[in-house]
């Protein structure tokens, strides 16, 4: 055997950087039966040959100082050291493993040792189980159809490991001697130790393969070496960034950002602890898509430039509202217009071409030492809804009838990519000297200057930084019909909700609202709905103030609707002063308004029936954005959704109504209109037939229930059939007597049209009179 057996493994890691200095445990076990000298150690690395440091050589377990910085190693036993290898800076100054199963070159093994065509003889897999068909070297002299199927990067990082051991020493018997015959004279014995791997049979078909990728190679050791000592080799990997990248904005707004306004994405750049970063840049990407309720996705980036080389989908590409990148333009007073199909909120202006930053940006500070860090953003837009040119249609904001899912109502989520690059310096630090000491420095500021000046060369490093954000809506409004006491009389409205046969269900409202999701109107009525405006998309943190909210007309409406309220010339149905509190609206709030608007349908379609909307509500909102920190050193003093300067206008169609030109006129008129006890009254009901046909209507009467009975005495008709020629009117009479005073309730009178099978005046128990004493 050998006289001297050896091990070198690296503790505490499986991964270097190049450039940088790893740590190496050395065991060397002597087999020989008698003391020696040793003058030296050299590792023989795949990098060339490593001397080890006299400090390190001396700081070996179970050892004695020598002379001139050896050591005396006893007989059958066993050194353990650690040392200091550079890595290089330089990859391709880490030789390749070639090898194959048996460690020897092609063709050295015998002809044909090596298959053409053969498939790794792994666990399945190929580089992750350790195979490697072709080496570097030879896959950059040319590809053929066999090996270009194949990957031949080094599966995290290249192998780095210690074959090798160089010993010059000389026994201690010997120097004794010649100490004694006084020659003095010592003869240094020099020995190399190489592992060599176990020779393959010839003419055996097998795959090359990187043998360190398996952990039985790779953890291989002697068996009295602990496991804790590391593995025999390195992955050396190229320059890493060590920055640490962080999204200020994102978990202050839940990755949501606000239609309608510019979002601010703020990101903290933070240097490494080993690293000073110098000529920091940055860029910035983002695409969008549209994501459906059923799974599907439509990428924008793609679509919009498909469409936009066709001018017959200019619609379709102003539908998306793609977002884009923007930044401030304190010079532009006007609104600047994008291929998207909107237009940018005044003062602002796309980035290039709204999809990435084409030049570098640089960060407030480019040069970051240890530690520090250094603040970056960048902004986005997408319109609200209601900005889109051309979305005026007489069924907008109407529930699309024929199932499908329309452009708009598809959720957008915007992914962003922001690419930093820096040159990347990593600074020695003083090595340990073992068990020699050294005095401690009289300046200790001193020291630590003189650690960071003395750098390595400098790499050019990059890194990726992803996020993704989803847009909402600011505003949700809700509208929900308000049913007066004394409602307009149907007259014989032939919308659904106004049939006969539903009174056959046994419970006519459910069916109505399960039926049909619009208010039927007849032309003349007027109408009361509440509006609720409520924020329940957007992030916890953000508030929405609205400052103004005011009513218009749809342009494109058949029926004109007018406001009805106290001042007539004004629209405005909320102006908030910036000090009442009930304009701030955020998640979990609610603010209501109630429209109160009349009903007249333009000549031109009177004589029929339509749906449409009850015109549109405005809504002047600006978002609370989110402060930044005083300490951070930016020119800007806010992120997350910002305030323009023009505020932000969100727009609500009102609910749909059926509105339609009845065929009757009805009015009910009581006289006096408030009787006393005693006196008599009457109830006086006009039918007027507006059609041009003969039409029969059914009258009925329902008298009131026990408790009621005795409040009065009506006489009239209780259940008849009336006649009607086009054009007529006709007068139906009921006297009354009231036998007490207070509020009291009609006896339901009931008229349905015979020909429609719909209501002329639905009989309810709602009907009241107010009777004086």
Known sequence: SLPFSFAVTFPGTTHGTVGETATASVMIKSNLDYAVHVNSVTLLSMAGKVEVPSNSLLSAQNANEGKNGGIIMQGKSSILFNTQIEVPKDLANIASDEGGNGGEKEGIAGKGSFAKSARPRTAGLTSGAGARL????????????????????????????????????????????????????????????????????????????????YIASAWSRPDHLDLSRGPRCLRILGPMPEMIVTNITDPLIDGKVVEGTVNRILIKLQAGPTEICEDIKYKVKCASMLLGADGSTKHLNALNTDLLND????????????????????????????????????????????RRTEKDQVPSSSTLKKGEETYIYFDVYRPSRDILRGNTGDNAGMEDSSGGEAVEDQMCRTDFDVTITYKQSRPKTQRSRGRRRRKPPANVDVEQEKETSVSDDVDQVSLEFTGSVVWVSPLSAKFQHVDAAQKYPPSGSRHPSNSIQNEATGNPEDTRDQAVREIALIDGESVSTRCTLSSEDIPSSINIGVSRVWFEEHENSQCQFR????????????????????HLVGKGKKTGIVLNAMVNMKDEYKGSSLSTNMGVINVNWTPKGLEIPSAVSLDVHEHGPLSLADGSILKFFGPVCYVESAPFETNTTIKPSCPRVGSPFELLICIENKSNIHQTLSLEMIELDEKHQGDMVISGSTKTELRMSPSETQYISYTGIATKSGKLSLPPISIASTRYKTWILRGSSSSVIYVLP
Do not use: M
Not at 338 to 346: H, V
Not at 563 to 582: A, Q, R
């Open 311 to 354: 001018n017959s989908n200019k619609i379709e590409v102003e539908q998306t509202r793609s977002p884009c990148l923007v930044c401030h333009d304190i010079t532009n007073t006007d609104c600047v217009s994008t291929p998207f199909g909107y237009d940018l909120p005044r003062g602002w202006k796309l980035v290039d071409f709204g």
């Open 563 to 582: 406001v009805v309220g106290e001042d007539l010339s004004s629209s405005t149905f909320f102006e908030s002063d910036g000090k009442d509190l009930c």
């Open 134 to 213: 072709v080496s570097e070297n030879q896959f950059k002299k040319g590809l053929n159809a066999g090996n270009s199927q194949w990957s031949v990067r080094y599966l995290g990082g290249k192998p780095f490991r210690c074959d090798g051991l160089c010993l010059r020493f000389y026994p201690v018997q010997v120097e004794k001697t010649a100490v004694t015959d006084g020659s003095n004279k010592v003869n240094i014995i020099e020995l190399t130790i190489e592992k060599k791997r176990q020779r393959t049979a010839a003419n055996i078909k097998r795959t090359p393969f990187e043998e360190d990728n």
